[in-house]
């Protein structure tokens, strides 16, 4: 089960009702945010919610092993993206968004520093995985400030419904939790 994590500036957290207001405006319905999603903007805050209070409060209280953070400031408790994770019998994958208002500040690459150190140090997983589209830079850019590494070796494609409706080629990168410090 996740825990709360604090970090310099933030707080990765369970889903706290009023969540759902600032992660609609800023990221689930922004075209923007969404553009390298694998789903649609959101039209309804209900829908945001939904997702909410699954992987980021079900999912906390039934001991599900895929999971979301809710990225919040630490002073204001304001929600500002997700961090999510999917665990795959000792390889886990994660996937990440934040709010377009909060993109820029490093908080994208605090908040997955701080999962990453949190699924060490609880012994969740030995191998996290991402990928992203091979023209999403800030994406890649946060995985490597992250210490991911590039994995040459395996090929993955996507579709983004937001850019088309054709399968664009990702990057994947890859981390051993055993050399994280």
Known sequence: MPNRIETERLCLR??????????????????????YLQRLPHVTIQQTKNVLEKWADHCWSTHNP????????????????????FNQENHGEIHFGLGVNFHGCGYMTEALIGGIKYLKQNHVTNVISSFCAEEHLASQNVLIKAGFKL??????????????DQFHPCFTYRMELE???
Do not use: C
């Open 151 to 164: 994995d040459k070796d395996k090929t993955h494609w996507a579709q983004f419904p937001m850019l088309d």
């Open 179 to 181: 050399d994280y410090e």
């Open 14 to 35: 369970k889903y706290q009702l009023g969540d759902e207001i600032s992660l609609f405006d800023t990221y689930f319905s922004n075209i923007e945010a969404t553009r």
């Open 66 to 85: 895929d999971f979301a953070w809710v990225i919040s400031d630490k002073n204001t408790q304001l929600a500002m993206g997700l961090l999510y994770f």
